[in-house]
């Protein structure tokens, strides 16, 4: 494995860990009140046209980090339109 290889795999988990604070505060306090939908769909939006540039050079660091990031996005959606039917928002 390369120096580079290292590195992307290193940014990778990094990056795959982005959105994990956001989701397990909400999902901990049933709330999503505070939390921009808006930032999250379009977060969807983005991890899904890099997941086809990873498709298309064949690179599993760029699809891999890329699909984590899109299910905790998608897991934040999915908990913005729970908590705020849940809570009359």
Do not use: H
Not at 43 to 50: R, S
């Amino acid at each position: 494995m390369s120096i580079a290889d290292i590195i992307g795999y290193t940014a990778g988990a990094i990056t795959s860990l982005t959105f994990l604070p956001q989701v397990i505060k909400t999902w901990k306090e049933k709330s999503a009140k505070d939390v921009s939908m808006l930032m999250f769909v379009i977060a969807a939006l983005n991890e899904v046209l890099w997941i086809v540039y990873g498709i298309l050079l064949n690179n599993w660091v760029i699809i891999a980090t890329n699909a984590v990031v899109l299910s905790m996005s998608l897991c934040m959606i999915y908990l913005k339109l729970r908590y705020d039917r849940n809570n009359g928002n």
